[in-house]
């Protein structure tokens, strides 16, 4: 099934203005994981705000699970199928307590209470935050903070979540914490991902990417050979790993090496 | 221009219920002229460190002092102060407030005293530093950018005032690679042809690693390493426990030592790195 459907669609925030996005023709289907990449002011944020109608197109068609955005009658429930997070967790984090903050946007929704416990408990757990229910925001890393607001994603039971850049004020630890928490449900509850970021090593880890360049997808794909396309990247203002990079660096030093993603790889190419 | 900033136990409490601790007795000389890279878990103390460094906030216990002066005594001085070290926010948002780009950028140098002409050669120049055009951006609301142009409008704001010590708090963050790596030579070209000494905050080891000639980690408040590049990054294990990481191109020099290619680990330019290979492979003709 097709869980996004984008026909045509263009974005522009004022009429005098330029397209923030531009003839966008792009479906993902459900269950699969795709990472968006592109230079500041590509129209990342304003795509992903097409998706769970904080913006409606100014042009074309955008379709949820086969909902369009358009009708006003589709916009609750299509809220209800796509969950945004954000970079800073702070913004999105709002009561005193934990599992009040999970619980949140399901009493916004009228949800029943019984229910609003149960779907709380299932969410805290998918991100492995259940022992810290009683805690205050603001006495968790920030790592466990942005798990938080991915659970207060979950309890409204999404299927499809869409991040904008969530690991930008991470600590090293916190981005892995992340990226794995996401990686598992997607793969074991089939949640449709996608995923905003500037880390082209956490973009190298998904299904398929799209790259954007002003307003208008550019290159889509597995991640490993539009990588290794890396004058192309570059002239985008995109890079490529480090590993890439150096692996680049030694074919030009006369090193006979392949396209290279990951450590492993070149270490063993090396040696 | 040149300035020593010494924090003598220096303490910071948030105060409200209960109290968090963010600062705990921290010893410290900032030399003139050095890189110095502030690394830490989130919430280990960062922010408040600096906010303390030109005076946003007071230390609850110990001193702050700039050239030596203490300046939580000196309330005239911590004008001058804040000129002089120029701090970027961790989050643009909350340091934007003007109509326009231009407004915005005008602010500081307008504080400054400046006339009118020299305000508007320094405002093409902070925007040509962070490769952002004048003709397009000067007239847009700073709140209309994305993300990552708003950034560099925070940072070319406090470039304007060309300040002595430069404080960035995470300035890479939401920038695109391209942006990031222009910055990250901005960043070291500004320090070894105009003497600006910085204090640069990141969760990015690979900018770190490249810039700093010292870095700091916190933990708890705590300040818990303190020394070069090479010497904090050859410490993988231990930066790990507190939620750190060393830089890909460390781990991967790293690796190869133990696959028996005898490479230095303490380079952190790629270009650097690719020659030491190569030499290395060439030499023991192994492999
Ligand atoms: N609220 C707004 N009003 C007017 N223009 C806007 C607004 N928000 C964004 N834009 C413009 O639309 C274009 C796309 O912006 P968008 O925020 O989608 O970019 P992005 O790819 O998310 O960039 P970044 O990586 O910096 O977050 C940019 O040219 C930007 O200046
Ligand atoms: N305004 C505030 N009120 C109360 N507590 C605060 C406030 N700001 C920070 N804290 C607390 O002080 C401690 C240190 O926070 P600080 O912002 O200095 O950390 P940081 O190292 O900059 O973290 P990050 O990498 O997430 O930006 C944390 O426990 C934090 O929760
Ligand atoms: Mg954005
Ligand atoms: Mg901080």
């Known amino acids: ?271 | 221009m040149h300035m020593l900033i010494e924090l003598k136990n220096v303490s910071y409490i948030y105060e409200q219920e209960p109290p968090v601790t963010a600062l705990e007795k921290i010893n410290l000389n900032i030399e003139p002229g050095a890189f110095i890279g502030l690394i830490g878990h989130t919430g280990s103390g960062k922010t408040t460190l600096v906010q303390l460094l030109n005076g946003l906030i007071k230390p609850t216990s110990g001193q702050v002092i700039v050239d030596g002066k203490d300046i939580g005594e000196n309330k005239k001085g911590l004008k001058d102060i804040r000129r002089r070290i120029g701090l970027v926010f961790q989050y643009p948002e909350h340091q934007l407030f003007e109509e326009t780009v231009y407004r915005e950028l005008a602010f500081g140098p307008k504080n400054l005293g400046l006339d009118k002409d020299e305000i508007d050669i320094r405002i093409r120049e902070a925007l040509n530093l962070i490769g952002m055009d004048f003709d397009k951006y000067s007239d847009r609301s700073p709140f209309n950018l994305s993300g990552g142009q708003q950034r560099k409008i925070a940072l070319a704001g406090v470039l304007a005032m060309k300040p002595g010590v430069l404080i960035l708090d995470e300035p890479f963050a939401g920038l695109d690679p391209r942006g990031r790596k222009q910055l990250t030579e901005l960043l070291k070209r500004l320090h070894e042809q105009q003497n600006i000494s910085f204090i640069l905050i990141s969760h990015r080891m690979d900018e770190i690693s490249y810039l700093a000639t010292r870095i700091l980690a916190l933990k708890e408040g705590h300040i818990v390493l303190d020394g070069s590049p090479a010497e904090i990054f050859s410490q993988p294990e231990k930066l790990k426990e507190i939620a750190l990481d060393i830089p890909q191109l460390t781990e991967i020099l790293f690796r190869l030592q133990k696959k028996g290619l005898e490479v230095r680990s303490d380079i952190f330019d790629i270009e650097q790195a690719a020659d030491e290979i190569i030499d290395k492979l060439r030499s023991r003709n192994i492999c």
């Open chain 1, 1 to 271: 099934m097709n869980q996004i459907e984008m026909k045509h669609v263009g974005y522009q925030y004022n009429k005098t203005g330029e397209q923030a996005l531009i003839d966008i023709d792009l479906t993902i289907r459900s269950g699969e994981f795709v990472g968006i990449v592109g230079s500041n002011g590509s129209g990342k944020s304003t795509l992903a705000r097409l998706l769970n109608v904080l913006l409606e197109p100014t042009e074309g068609q955008v379709l949820i699970g086969g909902l369009d955005t358009h009708k006003r009658e589709n916009v609750q429930q299509i809220r209800q199928k796509v969950g945004m997070v954000f970079q800073n967790p702070d913004n999105q984090l709002v009561a005193t307590k934990v599992e009040d903050d999970v619980a949140f946007g399901l009493e916004n929704l009228g949800v029943p209470s019984s229910q609003i416990r149960r779907r709380v408990d299932r969410a805290l757990e998918q991100v492995d935050m259940q022992d810290y229910r009683d805690f205050s925001p603001h006495q968790l890393s920030g790592g466990q903070k942005q798990r938080v607001a991915l659970a207060g994603i979950l309890a409204m039971e999404p299927s499809c979540i869409v991040l904008d850049e969530p690991t930008a004020m991470l600590d090293p630890r916190g981005r892995k914490e992340v990226m794995s928490v996401v990686q598992d449900l997607n793969q074991q509850k089939n949640i449709t991902v996608v995923y905003i970021t500037h880390v082209m090593r956490e973009a190298s880890r998904t299904d398929r990417i799209i790259v954007m360049s002003e307003g208008k997808i550019v290159r889509r794909g597995q991640p490993a050979p539009i990588f290794a396309d890396i004058d192309f990247m570059n002239k985008i203002g995109l890079s490529v790993p480090p590993v890439t990079e150096l692996a680049v660096a030694l074919r030009k030093k006369g090193l006979n090496l392949p396209d290279i993603m990951d450590v492993d790889e070149l270490v063993k190419c090396i040696c």
